[in-house]
């Protein structure tokens, strides 16, 4: 035996691929086919192409079945937490659509990327609870792997958010940075709430930390309220503690356009003025952490390097710094600190994935930035909704592939596909086939000509994408085999209404010929439900119209109407309407009508009938021979030559309407030939 190997794609790298090993006899070579999504059928086969001449599978395995080996990928991506995350994303995705360009666009687009991080950070939430509730430690670093990469992805968002979106502009984006902080790092604030709340906050071995913390993310009135419960702040004392307060309660702070540039940059250059006094003067000198943080507030480099493990990133290093040197920084002049931040945090500090893609964020290189992401978060989720978002925001405009659709589409395209291959999200997929406007409408096409549906209400789903797709081929394919599933399982009464819907002349009068095939060997109609709503707009064949007339016959009759049952069945026959294999059915029920007491079949109307009954008899539709003589059709011969009689009989009684003088001698005369060939017709039996 030898083993081929084949190596699945890997969300990292290629080098740290699974391998898969498929056992095959020797001289034999795997063929793989796609089976839709994320998945290959992987089988045997002889070298070359198999030919009549060359079998499959040759020498001691000739004559031997292929085994069939399914593989598929990424299928432990979903879980519920992140298939919850699909589906709300997909409800916001649809909204995002929708925005038309012009004034007020940032605002909105704003508003929906703030609910995509909203879903993002509930699915974090809702990962760390299944962790926690989960006993099987594979599940709990699944768990914890995910988590991570969403609170990863979150943070890229956010950035994303404030660099293109917000401050769109070139105007201050400190503010905007300042709140990115604060949401990703809530421990801070954690650690502020929990030595708050101790008797003696100073002996908390963090409280000092926590308070430069807070003043390097600008929370200084949260700052101030932990070093009022110092035991050496005196009250009614100006000291240094005093002087803290002072600089702290004085420290400018921009909102979001509260100010002019201008006005804000005069008040924050008069204040920082006034902290290089206080420190000149030696106001801090006699207490350490006082005095590091008015090293702070003035924006001195080896303070800041002092400090930059309570910072924990270089990034959060970056907008601390400017914070405090340069707060009214626009957007597109960051990336001239990145470099500089990460320098002082030290050389030991490995650059790790992160740290490239907000680099490149900050250069506002959006192709290396979704090329990081997409070969390095192992789904196509977080980079697939961002595109977009950028792509309304007029941020990939002039970023397009070399080759086929644009870059937003291709990353939408891979997206869709893999939600195609899970049994849940297939119908999420689609939607977003729909808004690639190059190859969106072939992809959906060959994915849903892929899914087996399992259920009728399944194919229903199917048949609406089609429809609302513009798919009539493959919603007349997805019709045809449900249909002939339905069929085989003797579930007419779907068979037909999938015939039906699939608009196929043919295929429809098939399956209306099987119905009335049904009746004439029982009797009875399967499923008359089904029969008795067919309006006009099914009736596309003669075989469909044909079946919806004669299930009106029998109604009329049902109730009485017999005038117009009489009337619609001669029709039936002479508009050659049935086909002649049922002539002689519909003959049959005629005699019910023959044996009343009043006339319902006018004198036309009689010939007509003999004339069918002629013709059923000259193309021999009912031969009996003396060697196959089983009950059905000698009782068919028989009822064949006594319609003949009563058919006789009411055309000589139509005709002698005319001359009441003879009427009783030909009724006599009928009544004696009728009883002498019942009498014949018992003999024979």
Known sequence: MSSASILLPSDRSIRDAPVLTVPEPWGLMLSPTWRGGMGLAVHSTARGRPTSDAPMLRGAFAGTKPAIHEIAWAQKEWNVCTRKLANQSHLVFMDLQEIEPGVGQNQSLAKLSRRYRAIIHACVLDLKEAANASGDDSLVAKYDTQCQLFEITELIWHLSEILFIECVSGSRVIPYLLEWLRWHKPEVSEFAQEIANQLAPDRHPEYWNVIKLLILHGRTEEARNLLLQHPARKHGVYDAYSSMDELLRKMPLQSHGTHSVSEFNLRWQQWREECLLRLSEGQFVNHGHLQHIAQLLCGDRDAFCEARDLCGSWYGLMVSRLLFSDPVIRALDLRLHAEPSMALMGDDVEVGVLDNILLAMLQYNIPEVISLISSSFGNWWSIAHLADLLHHAGQLESHQLEYGSSMREFL??????????????????????????????????????????????????????????????????????????????????????????????????????????????????????????????????????????????????????????????????????????????????????????????????????????????????????????????????????????????????????????????????????????????????
């Open 412 to 685: 939408l395209l891979e997206y869709a596909s893999s939600l195609m291959s899970h049994t849940s999200l297939w119908q999420v997929g689609a939607d977003y086939f729909l808004q690639c406007p190059v190859y969106g409408k072939h992809y959906l096409e060959v994915y849903l000509d892929r899914i087996a549906p399992e259920s009728d209400m399944m194919a229903i789903k199917l048949l609406r994408l089609c429809n609302k797709s513009g798919l009539e081929e493959l919603a007349c394919s997805i019709c045809k085999k449900m249909a002939m599933q339905a069929k085989k399982n003797e579930r007419m009464g779907s068979a037909l209404n999938w015939a039906i819907r699939s608009k196929d002349a043919s295929f429809s009068a098939a399956i209306a010929d099987k119905f009335l095939s049904q009746y004439a060997e029982s009797g009875h109609f399967p499923c008359l439900d089904m029969v008795d709503h067919l309006n006009p707009a099914m009736l596309i064949n003669d075989q469909m119209i044909f079946l919806a007339k004669y299930r009106e016959f029998h109604r009329l009759y049902s109730s009485s109407q017999l005038k117009d049952s009489a009337e619609l069945l001669v029709s039936l026959l002479t508009s050659r309407l049935a086909p002649k294999k049922y002539w002689f059915m519909l003959l049959i029920d005629c005699l019910p009508l023959l044996e009343l007491d009043q006339v319902v079949f006018a004198s036309d109307q009689t010939y007509e009938l003999l004339q069918c009954l002629e013709e059923v008899e000259e193309l021999g539709l009912l031969n009996v021979s003396d060697d196959d003589m089983d009950d059905v059709r000698v009782r068919a011969s028989f009822q064949l030559s006594l319609c003949e009689l009563v058919l006789s009989f009411c055309r000589k009684q139509l005709m002698v309407k005319r001359y009441s003088y003879f009427e009783l001698v030909l009724q006599q005369i009928w009544l004696v030939l009728f009883w002498t060939t019942m009498v014949q017709v018992d003999s024979l039996r």
